[in-house]
């Protein structure tokens, strides 16, 4: 039976949309939130776009309560299922770094044409804020950036670096097998909820019967098991300190004290290596903010938007 979201009623006061466009080789579905979603259009006179990207193995619907904190005036919020993921169909590259990198370049170009005057946000979550920092590095711009649980240091040297090698080892009995038995063996609900119980924090026990719930629809939403056997690799192989010098754009990291995929001290030395970066950190959480503590994220979104620089360039050396 499936768990209702406590921020259904946000949602809900929310004009949505889903659409899709065609890209590197593919159909990108994304859902349109706010300004434009009363129905598609060539040309959005949104003041803000903000891009949300989300992490491994989900979908866009992992960032909606993040979404449903941002419901503010001239807002037009565009969120993608990444290719071979939701109900996005694969790439024809490969679905490894360059090849998401490529797609969201692709992605954000398209959707800014339509909001052409607007100031460009984008938001990544977890894998996700690996795409958004290779994009930025790469050449994306964008007036400000937001990673949500960033992955800050390699996942084999985070808190549970043991917990990742197993997840490796699990992928690679995955690939080993036929296709359709790895399928299954990817997809494996138990699997799925040994990972949700791992990374939940809360000790609400709605909240978390709501987030396993939320795995269960979500987290096995992908194309065939190479997608997310090449996704798995990229997730585990890169991180954010790799292009964090050349991340040009005013960035804010929301950090938990409890994620079992980077530890704190890496998220400090991540905001010292970015050329402009606020870090704000939430406590009494792990790796699933945007499902545990949405409403905080959102008040940092906010705050760190409505600055008194905001909407400037950057400036080096501004860590704060």
Do not use: C
Request: glycine share 10%; charged share 20%; hydrophobic share 45%.
């Amino acid at each position: 039976m499936t768990v209702a979201s406590p921020f259904a009623e946000q949602l809900a006061r929310l004009p949505t949309i889903e659409r899709s466009l065609p890209l590197a080789g593919g159909e990108t579905r994304f859902w349109e939130y706010g300004v434009g979603a009363d129905g598609p259009g060539e040309r959005h006179d949104a003041p803000t776009l903000v891009i949300v990207v989300h992490g491994y193995r989900g979908d866009h619907h992992g960032l909606e309560p993040v979404i449903a904190q941002l419901d503010r005036p001239g807002y037009r919020i565009v969120a993608p299922d990444l290719p071979g993921f939701g109900v996005s169909t694969p790439m024809a590259a490969t679905h490894d770094l360059a090849g998401y990198e490529g797609w969201l370049q692709e992605f954000a170009a398209a959707v800014r044409a339509e909001s052409p005057a607007a100031r460009v946000v984008i938001i990544g979550h977890s894998f996700g804020s690996i795409l958004v920092s290779a994009a930025l590095a790469g050449g994306l711009e964008v007036d400000d950036a937001i990673l949500i649980n960033p992955i800050a240091a390699p996942a084999l040297k985070g808190p549970r670096g043991v917990m990742t090698r197993v997840a490796i080892g699990y992928y690679r009995l995955g690939a080993a097998v036929p296709e359709r038995l790895g399928h299954v063996i990817l997809s494996s609900p138990v699997m799925v909820r040994v990972i949700s119980i791992t990374m939940a924090k809360t000790k609400d026990r709605a909240r978390r019967r709501w987030i396993h719930d939320q795995h269960d629809r979500y987290f096995s939403a992908f194309a065939n098991r190479t997608v997310v056997l090449d996704a798995f690799r990229a997730s585990v192989g890169h991180d954010i300190s790799e292009f964090a010098a050349r991340i040009p754009a005013p960035t804010l990291l929301i950090a938990a004290d409890q994620d079992d995929i980077t530890p704190l001290a890496a998220q400090h030395r991540l905001a010292e290596l970015l050329p402009d970066a606020r870090l704000v950190v939430l406590e009494g959480v792990g790796h699933l903010i945007h499902y545990e503590r949405p409403v905080e994220a959102g008040e940092a979104i906010t705050a760190f938007l409505d600055r008194p620089d905001g909407g400037r360039r950057p400036q080096a050396g501004s860590t704060a």
